[in-house]
Structure formats: structure tokens, C-alpha cells
């Protein structure tokens, strides 16, 4: 059985594995990480570290999406 977190993900209660990077919640949710910019616990994460962050319970997460278009 794997251990999971309790986040917030943009104000939403969500669980995740214990051990995931904020690159592998991104790739959970869907999204393109090279077209999204987080925020973990009111500090902007860096894209560049998205796969080394490694997520902790509680975390609070903003994750917002860039969309393209014209």
C-alpha cells in the first residue's frame, strides 16, 4: 500500500503518492509543464525545478495553466 499526501491543489483537497514531485501532480493533472507555473506554499517554484521538488503533506499548491490562442 502506498503512503499518500493530503494537498491543496488551487483549492481543491487532493491526494497524491507519497515521494511525487511537483512535475509528477503536473503530469497527474494532465497539463503541459512547460506551460504552467506553480506556486507551493505562496513561493513560486521554478519550473527548471519542477522535477526536484518533492511534494510534503499539506502542501498548498496554485497551479495555473497558459493557454494559447489569439
Known sequence: MTDE????VNGEP???AS???IADLVADLGLDPK????????EIAPRS????????QGDVLEI???VGGG
Open 5 to 8: 499526501l493530503l494537498l491543496t
Open 14 to 16: 487532493r491526494r497524491i
Open 19 to 21: 515521494g511525487a514531485s
Open 35 to 42: 506551460k504552467v507555473a506553480v506556486e507551493r506554499n505562496a
Open 49 to 56: 525545478t519542477l522535477a526536484d521538488v518533492i511534494l510534503a
Open 64 to 66: 495555473v495553466h497558459f
